[in-house]
């Protein structure tokens, strides 16, 4: 739509040049021929002039002639060639007049002159037949003579020469001014009609200017502030797609081109977040191997402070106990046994103290690699009945409270060493915190999916704000480490996370009217046979 204007106007402004030169073209031919006329009628005014003066000069020589008989008659013959070259200059320039002519009465007055040219030769040739070939000498008398030369100079045909020739000259004159009154006015009329015009083609440049700025300036406003926007990161803003065709095309090109730039400048954005994200992550994964080195180190450090200070203790207790049997006289074997029995309870103190350091040692990784097997209900109470008896030390009654009749086609996937790992924890914890009373309670409880085993002592029992702590590695409460200060704190925390492994859970719950519950809770399946796996 705008180059359709751009065109037209210029077509137009090309049109009003082509005028502007056509009406140049005609103003230079109207006055070149306005121009040529008067020319034409300066030059006849000219030869006229001319002719009289001439003839008037061969009036004189004639009479200087008539009255001394003894005249130049080469200056007779010079005046005569050239009276007939201004009549031969009078007839051309008069045939040149007629094609100049612009109306009827300018031909007329054309036509009447080229009469008085043609009368004007005759007369000349008359003239100068008469005076070369001396038929004025048959005259006799002077007068007669006289009067009949002044008759060829002045009359001819009845018709007065003189007279004739001063109209002639006269006519020419006003035909002179005439002629240059009308090229002075085609030439003011060419100004005026070529000033109008190019007035007319300014006005008409100014509106097409105002016009063509105008649609151009608005678009061109809307697509510099589109820029300004991109160059500031607004490549969500978008231009109007309004405006003449080639506008809107451009503005959809540059709403198309936004659109590419907020993609490409979204998608670098996404990816420097996915870059950051992932450095962010890899740093945190430094940060953890990190603190699991540094963990590491310290449990070394822990490991290597717990083996001097768990070992020294019990290894301790052997040597004295063995040292103080060999001081001395013999003594009875009662004594010997007393003390024997002595270095045994040390030595099952040190055996325990080792199994902890080494759990401790190998870590939650290997410890929580377990080898789950179906085990039938008849089957996991034998054995977690065996495994408590077998922890118990002498002088410890164990009460069984278990279901008169077990399901026979119940069963649970377990790993038997990890969970006989997780009684003799809690066992050996009932015994190490034993109160006067040396008494264990095992109950197992049965329902439609799950397995309930609960150990009960008569120890000294847990704290409500401690509850919710015991499970923390190397944390112990207050009443335990009164109890036994050398203890690590590591047995409820490995035995939960053997129970969690396996799908279980495990509770600790004040038992009343004192000591502690220790609540073993196993999924329980019924029906098809189920493969060992490995985790």
Not at 87 to 98: G, K, N, P, S, V
Not at 104 to 111: A, V, Y
Not at 252 to 263: A, K, P, V
Request: hydrophobic share 40%; proline share 2%.
């Amino acid at each position: 739509m705008y180059l359709r204007k751009l065109i037209v106007s210029l077509c137009i402004l090309v049109g009003i040049s082509l005028l502007l030169s056509g009406i140049g073209f005609w103003a230079q031919q109207n006055s070149e021929f306005h121009t040529k006329r008067n020319r034409i009628a300066n030059q006849m005014l000219t030869e006229f002039i001319s002719l009289r003066a001439d003839k008037q000069r061969l009036k004189v020589w004639l009479a200087e002639y008539l009255l001394t008989e003894d005249a130049n008659t080469g200056f007779r013959d010079t005046l005569f060639g050239r009276m007939q070259q201004q009549l031969q200059t009078l007839d051309q320039l008069a045939i040149r007049d007629q094609l100049y002519s612009t109306n009827e009465s300018d031909l007329q007055l054309i036509m009447q002159q080229v009469k008085v040219i043609s009368l004007l030769q005759s007369n000349l040739h008359t003239l100068e037949h008469a005076l070369k070939t001396r038929e004025i000498a048959a005259y006799q008398d002077d007068l007669e003579r006289w009067r009949t030369l002044i008759s060829l100079f002045d009359k001819f045909q009845d018709t007065d020469l003189s007279e004739l020739l001063q109209q002639a000259i006269a006519d020419q004159k006003q035909r002179a001014s005439s002629t240059e009154a009308d090229a002075l006015s085609a030439v003011q009329q060419v100004q005026l009609t070529m000033l109008l015009i190019s007035l007319l083609g300014l006005l008409f440049a100014i509106v097409i200017g105002w016009h063509l700025s105008r649609a151009l300036s608005q678009p061109l406003q809307r697509l510099l502030d589109g820029t300004k926007q991109l160059q500031q990161g607004n490549f969500a803003h978008r231009i109007q797609e309004q405006g003449p065709t080639e506008f809107a095309e451009l503005a959809r090109q540059f709403n198309l081109m936004s659109g590419y730039i907020e993609d490409f400048a979204r998608q670098e954005k996404q990816s420097q977040l996915a870059t950051e994200q992932r450095v962010q992550a890899r740093t945190a994964e430094l940060q953890q191997a990190l603190a699991q080195l540094h963990e590491t180190e310290h449990r070394q450090k822990q490991l290597l402070a717990d083996i001097s200070h768990e070992l020294r203790t019990p290894a301790t207790s052997i040597q004295g106990e063995a040292e103080i049997s060999l001081r001395g006289k013999d003594k009875d074997s009662a004594e010997y046994k007393e003390a024997f029995g002595r270095i045994l309870a040390a030595s099952q103190q040190l055996s325990r103290r080792i199994e902890d350091l080494l759990l401790l040692a190998r870590g939650e990784e290997r410890l929580l690699q377990v080898h789950l097997q179906r085990i039938s209900v008849l089957d996991f109470q034998a054995l977690a009945t065996a495994t408590v008896q077998q922890q118990l030390n002498s002088g410890y009654q164990l009460t069984l409270n278990t279901p008169a009749e077990l399901p026979a086609d119940a069963w649970l996937l377990l790993d038997a060493d990890k969970f006989a790992s997780v009684l003799r924890i809690i066992t050996d914890n009932a015994q190490q915190y034993a109160a006067s009373t040396p008494e264990l309670q095992l109950s197992l409880a049965l329902s439609d999916n799950e397995l309930q085993l609960e150990l009960a002592d008569q120890g000294i029992g847990i704290s409500a704000e401690e509850q919710d702590r015991l499970f923390q590695r190397h944390f112990r409460g207050i009443a335990a480490r009164s109890a036994r200060p050398d203890g690590l704190g590591i047995g409820l925390c490995i035995a939960k996370a053997i129970m969690e492994v396996q799908d279980g859970t495990i509770e600790l719950h004040p038992n009343q009217p004192r000591g502690t519950r220790v609540c073993l809770k196993l999924p329980l399946f019924s029906g098809t046979q189920h493969e060992n796996t490995d985790y």
